[in-house]
């Protein structure tokens, strides 16, 4: 099965939002395998958002992600990463379709309350399990739901 990192960003924790957002990817189906409430330093804002480095909205990403406590996680599942950005829709909260995370919960662009690793971006996923989480916090075990979940 695949892994998938996801994050409720400061916003998120601000508003209350962290169970909401677990609710949401629990009740897809999804596996939590690893959790941690964490505050990001700048140097690791820097790693995660790397790809954004030079554009004009990078300094205030920055500065809003390490704003406050994020709740990182990694969830388990076919398909995963796809599945969990279907459910966190378009990155700007205010095209995201009702039914989504964003669609439903959040109102605009840079404070858009969740982030998942990107389907399209080979890696990501690993990439970003490995910059939050030692591998001995990520957890093996049978979600019994599961043979319900998937034929
Ligand atoms: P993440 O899950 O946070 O990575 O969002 P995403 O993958 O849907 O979007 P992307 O990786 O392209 O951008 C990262 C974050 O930067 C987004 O979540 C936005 O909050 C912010 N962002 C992206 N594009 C813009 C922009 O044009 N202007 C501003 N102000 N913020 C942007
Ligand atoms: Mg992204």
Do not use: C
């Not at 957002?21 to 596996?31: D, F």
């Not at 690793?117 to 019994?144: Q, T, V, Y």
């Amino acid at each position: 099965d695949e892994r998938t990192f996801v994050m409720a960003k400061p916003d998120a924790v601000q508003r209350g939002l962290i169970g909401e957002i677990v609710s949401r990817l629990e009740g897809k189906g999804l596996k939590l395998v690893a959790g941690k409430f964490m505050r990001i330093d700048e140097a690791l804002a820097h790693e995660h958002y790397g790809e954004h480095e030079g554009k004009p909205f990078f300094d205030g990403l920055v500065e809003f992600i390490t704003s406050g406590p994020v709740f990182a996680m990694v969830w388990e599942g076919d398909d995963a990463t796809r599945q969990v950005r279907r459910l966190m829709g378009a990155t700007d909260a205010r095209d995201a379709q009702p039914g989504t995370i964003r669609g439903d919960l959040g109102n605009d662009l840079g404070h858009n309350l969740i982030h998942g690793s990107d389907h399209e971006d080979e890696g990501a996923n690993e990439r970003e399990i490995d910059l939050f989480f030692d591998d001995e916090e990520l957890l093996d075990w049978d979600r019994d739901a599961s043979t319900w979940v998937y034929e």
